[in-house]
């Protein structure tokens, strides 16, 4: 129902990857929601187990990824768009990552914050433009700090949100 | 005995009470810009919010995420106009009509119309949810655990069938997203569910940190990916809308308000069908059929006032069922159950002026929006050339904070980023979200509501089909799901037009 260059359909292997990973998924739900106590004694009939409600998702997961995967062996061979920048979307997953395990908490917020918006800013910019490189990790550096700066006061001085 | 126009007299004066004007003014502002930003939705301004106005009380902290919810869908279509990008997906419809125009040099003739028609939509919108909501509230009482099971399994249903794309993939997002849900205690015996020993498990996934992640991080991640964005042009005529614009297609504005606030009030569909709907009427009973997609100010008009009027639309169902009609709405809905106010059925009994407080909010929301719409053009226009790679990380650290706010948990942060990767990954491979998002946001009705049923019946499942609600909700889930078979609806309509002859 939408338009755009996004909608390029998946191709039938990644489906069928896919298929495969919900399909473990599903079983592990089902075989982890079996093991769940039942409750019996408790409640007498033993419909109130736990392991009902997660059972049946886990039953559905299953069966609609066969589905899945058995539409996807039919369309075997449709090739998807091509992949999309990885670089960028690796760069940003990793420095995201860095951030939030490795920064926060170990440092004071502002600083973590700062460090991180800097290095973002920088790795990006780096790459994008050849020239001017040192007046673009310099405004790298001011947004940084400035981020780090307004967003500890804001948030912890006005709208008294604790902050990592 | 409760006296609407009194009621809804109270409702503003309570939500203009303690500076409210000054809360609508950055609110709407902040959503529009949101919405204007290609890469951030009105689901991921309304998610961060929810935590940033955590300790506001609920009166200011539900006018903000109002504002910011009316104004981010309306700021989607700046972008839609002048860089041919939608800013969210519900002005994706927007493009076809307003990019078009901008390139005719009419950049602000169509501005100006989206203003107003977005300003009526919600308007429209604002009247239907006012009219109906108590007498759908006093309807929705008599709905016991079997129909409230059902009640949530249509709505994951119907998203995944009809909010865009594969509904296999849909329905596949929707049970990921109830499964999220059930991690960590349940409520009958704090069993502690899928939580292998660890205790921040189980406490559960976290409503608001797994959906920062798969609105804020995964949209980051998704942003930092395209191509760098170009206004159409710097010089912009008025943005004052005409007054004939109105009144010739008072008909299309009408049309497009019932269907949009219609589509809202169905669980799931959001504002992006919404608008391809109305557009879609729009253009089947037009008379300038030809001019849609080449400039109309007919389909331009219709998109924007469907998607528009689906805003209150969406709010319907979450004041009187408890399921919300959107993906932002249901982050509004959340929002309201960590601000104590209890929404759905119960909510008709419990605190009836909320209701007519919520329309109060609305109906300023819209009034800021217009004035903002009218008089902001420039201002808009350069916040949109921000460069990614500055605004991003920004987003990213509000992010975090966001994901921390509401019970200072690292472990939420890692929630967020790991609900945050996965979001991405799933979006790559053309999963839906909004299924995903009403999974995560009803699973627990669905949990404690079959349990309950399975109770009461003593294990019986029959009043789940017997029961008249229940029967006729378990049919419209069973159409959903038919009408979702790839052909089938085709040859269901052969042989229906078959038979008479």
Redesign the interface.
């Known amino acids: 129902m939408s338009s755009g260059a996004d909608d390029a359909p998946v191709s039938a292997r990644a489906d069928l990857a896919t298929a495969a990973v919900l399909l473990a998924l599903g079983i592990a739900i089902i075989v982890e929601s079996w093991g769940m106590p039942r409750f019996v004694v408790q409640s007498g009939t033993g419909l109130t187990a736990p392991g009902i409600v997660p059972g049946f998702h886990g039953a559905m997961i299953v069966l609609l990824a066969g589905l899945l995967g058995l539409r996807s062996l039919r369309q075997a061979g449709t090739k998807g768009a091509p992949a999309t920048d990885v670089g960028s979307v690796a760069l940003t997953a990793a420095l995201g990552l860095i951030y939030a395990v490795g920064l926060i908490g170990r440092l004071p917020f502002w600083l973590a914050a700062a460090l991180f918006v800097f290095s973002f800013t920088a790795c990006f910019e780096w790459r994008a433009s050849a020239g001017r490189r040192v007046r673009r990790l310099a405004e790298a550096a001011v947004l940084g700090l400035l981020t780090g700066g307004a967003v500890t006061y804001v948030f912890e001085r006005i709208f008294l949100v604790r902050l990592p | 005995m409760n006296d609407p126009f009194t009621m809804l007299a109270g409702g503003f004066s309570y939500v203009l009470g303690g500076g409210a004007i000054f809360h609508a003014l950055w609110a709407t502002l902040l959503g529009i810009v949101v919405g204007a930003l290609p890469g951030l939705t009105a689901t991921m301004g309304v998610a961060l919010l929810t ?6 009380g609920p009166q200011v902290a539900m006018l903000v995420l109002v504002c910011v919810y009316v104004g981010a869908i309306y700021g989607g279509s700046r972008s839609a106009i002048l860089l041919n990008i ?1 800013g969210t ?1 519900a002005s ?1 419809a927007s ?2 009509d307003g990019y078009p125009l901008a390139m005719q040099g009419q950049a602000g003739r169509a501005m100006g119309i989206s203003t107003l028609g977005s300003w009526l939509g919600t308007l429209f919108g604002t009247l239907m949810l006012a009219i109906f909501a108590p007498t759908l509230g006093d309807f929705a009482l008599s709905f016991g655990s079997y129909e409230m099971f059902w009640v949530a399994l249509f709505g994951i249903i119907i998203a995944g069938s ?1 909010s ?2 594969d509904s ?2 849909g ?2 997002a929707g ?2 997203g ?2 999220v849900a ?1 991690v960590g205690q ?1 409520s ?2 704090a ?1 502690a ?2 939580a292998f020993g660890n205790s921040d498990l189980a406490g559960g996934l976290g409503l608001l940190p797994v959906l920062v992640g798969v609105f804020g ?1 995964s949209e ?3 942003a ?2 395209g191509a760098t964005v170009q206004a159409v042009s710097s010089k912009i005529d008025s943005v004052i809308p005409r007054i004939s614009d109105v009144t010739k297609y008072w008909r299309t504005i009408l049309r497009s308000g019932g269907l949009g606030t219609f589509i809202g009030a169905m669980p799931g569909l959001g504002e ?2 919404a608008a ?1 709907t109305s557009y879609a009427a729009a253009k089947r009973t037009s008379k300038e059929r030809h001019l849609f997609g080449k400039g109309s100010v007919e389909g331009l008009m219709a998109a924007e006032t469907g998607e528009s009027a689906c805003v209150p639309g969406a709010i319907i169902p979450v004041l009187t069922l408890g399921v919300p009609g959107s993906a932002p709405a249901a982050v509004l809905m959340a929002a309201m159950m960590i601000h104590g106010l209890n929404p759905g059925p119960m909510l008709a009994i419990s605190t009836p002026e909320f209701i007519y407080q919520i329309v109060a909010m609305l109906i300023i929301a819209d009034m800021v929006k217009l004035i903002y719409g009218l008089i902001l053009v420039r201002p808009l226009l350069w916040v949109l050339l921000i ?4 605004l ?3 987003v ?3 992010c ?2 966001g994901a ?2 509401i019970t ?1 948990r ?1 472990f939420d ?2 929630v ?2 790991g609900a ?2 996965v979001g ?1 990954i799933l979006r ?3 999963f839906p979200m909004a299924p995903l998002v009403l999974g995560v946001v009803l699973g627990e009705l ?2 404690k509501n ?2 309950r049923g ?2 009461l019946s ?2 019986d499942i029959s009043p789940f089909f017997t029961r008249p609600i229940s029967a006729f909700l378990f049919a419209l889930t069973l159409l959903a799901t038919l009408y979702a078979v790839p052909g089938l609806p085709g040859r269901l309509r052969g042989m229906l037009r078959r038979k008479p002859a």
């Open positions: 935590t940033l106005t955590f300790s506001m939608p997906p994706a493009t076809l009809l865009g794309g296999l993939k329905y596949l049970f990921i109830l499964f059930t349940e009958n015996h069993y569910r899928f991080v980051v991640m998704g930092m990916r992006d069908i391809w460069p990614r790679s500055r991003m990380p920004i990213f650290v509000l975090t904070i921390y706010a200072s690292l942060v890692y967020m980023l945050g990767l991405f790559e491979l053309k669905l949990d079959l349990l399975l109770v003593g294990g």
